[in-house]
């Protein structure tokens, strides 16, 4: 099979407060895909489903065709970073190797110790005494050393420098020179997805909204800017959502060339990640313009 997890009628609730829903979804081998969507959204919950930590929910969930409820070593195979998760702060990154080794058959002792040189790390510092985004290297270093097909990051570059968050982006890179190797990566920095995933999922109010390649999305979606005058001329069914600032209207269109060709007098500007984000999700639709 070439698929790394595949997802069938998944609902999972909290009371009457939300629900996750994901009717189908399929992660191809080889891939990295993003995760997106606000605070609140459901990236969490779905991870936690992945993972067996949510293990009360409807449907199916499969990772490498098997059922993830089932006995097998998905512990081998799967690398986790989550974004509240971390080791006792009396430990060493000596002694994480030490544990590490006796959890995973794949622990490799000599590659952990080439990402603590390769991060700056020393072995025999008390993790209490690690800087937020050292602490953050530490995890990922862990998670990369047992040698996972699956990667599945929550937050992985957060509290990180631009020039650390480089590093570790160009790290993920190469474990994905493996054909094997898939990597599921949620993160609120949408611009390190714009440099490395392959695909998008957007989520919003636990649902599903958007799920294509990010240069589908990069090169198909745009923003319209016009005047209060001009907003009016615009036809309803071209317009997703909108934003009124102070001295202009932001609309999210789609089939960015065709609208150019519409609407030749107006600028059309590519749009980013995160303008896709706060457009769907903060911008008034069509159906409530008058």
Same mark, same amino acid.
């Given at each position: 099979m070439n698929n790394a997890i595949e997802i069938k009628d998944l609902i999972k609730k909290y009371d009457d407060k939300f629900?996750?829903?994901?009717?189908?979804?399929?992660i191809t081998k080889g891939t990295i895909v993003?995760?997106?969507?606000?605070?609140?959204?459901?990236?969490?919950?779905?991870?936690?489903?992945?993972?067996?930590?949510?293990?009360?929910?409807e449907g199916q969930i499969k990772i490498f065709s098997k059922e993830e409820k089932e006995e097998y070593l998905a512990k081998e195979d799967i690398g986790v970073v989550l974004d509240n998760?971390?080791?006792?702060?009396?430990?060493?990154?000596?002694?994480?190797?030490?544990?590490?080794?006796?959890?995973?058959?794949?622990?490799?002792?000599?590659?952990?110790?080439?990402?603590?040189?390769?991060?700056?790390?020393?072995?025999?510092?008390?993790?209490?005494?690690?800087?937020? &985004?050292?602490?953050?290297k530490l995890e990922i270093a862990t998670a990369l050393s047992h040698k996972p097909k699956l990667l599945i990051l929550d937050e992985p570059t957060s &509290?990180?420098?631009?020039?650390?968050?480089?590093?570790?982006?160009?790290?993920?890179?190469?474990?994905?020179?493996?054909?094997?190797?898939?990597?599921?990566?949620?993160?609120?920095?949408?611009?390190?997805?714009?440099?490395?995933?392959?695909?998008?999922?957007?989520?919003?109010? &636990?649902?599903?909204?958007l799920n294509a390649t990010r240069d589908e999305i990069l090169d198909n979606y745009g923003i319209l800017k016009c005047g209060e005058q001009e907003f009016n001329t615009i036809?309803?069914?071209?317009?997703?959502?909108?934003q009124k600032n102070r001295y202009d209207y932001q609309i999210l269109v789609k089939d960015k060339k065709n609208m150019q060709k519409k609407y030749k007098n107006f600028i059309i500007d590519n749009i980013t990640l995160e303008d896709l984000m706060v457009l769907k999700i903060k911008g008034a639709n069509n159906e409530r313009i008058n």
């Open positions: 629900t996750l829903k994901v009717p189908k979804l399929t993003g995760l997106i969507g606000e605070n609140g959204a459901g990236k969490t919950t779905l991870i936690k489903c992945l993972l067996g930590i949510i293990n009360k929910y998760m971390f080791f006792p702060d009396i430990l060493k990154p000596k002694d994480i190797s030490i544990i590490m080794h006796d959890i995973y058959k794949t622990w490799d002792k000599n590659l952990f110790y080439n990402y603590l040189q390769k991060f700056n790390i020393s072995p025999q510092t008390q993790i209490k005494k690690l800087s937020t &985004g050292t602490k953050k &509290g990180l420098d631009p020039v650390v968050r480089r590093e570790i982006l160009d790290l993920f890179l190469e474990y994905m020179q493996n054909p094997e190797n898939t990597i599921l990566l949620s993160t609120h920095i949408t611009t390190d997805l714009e440099h490395i995933a392959d695909y998008i999922i957007f989520i919003n109010k &636990g649902n599903i909204i036809a309803k069914e071209d317009i997703i959502s909108y």
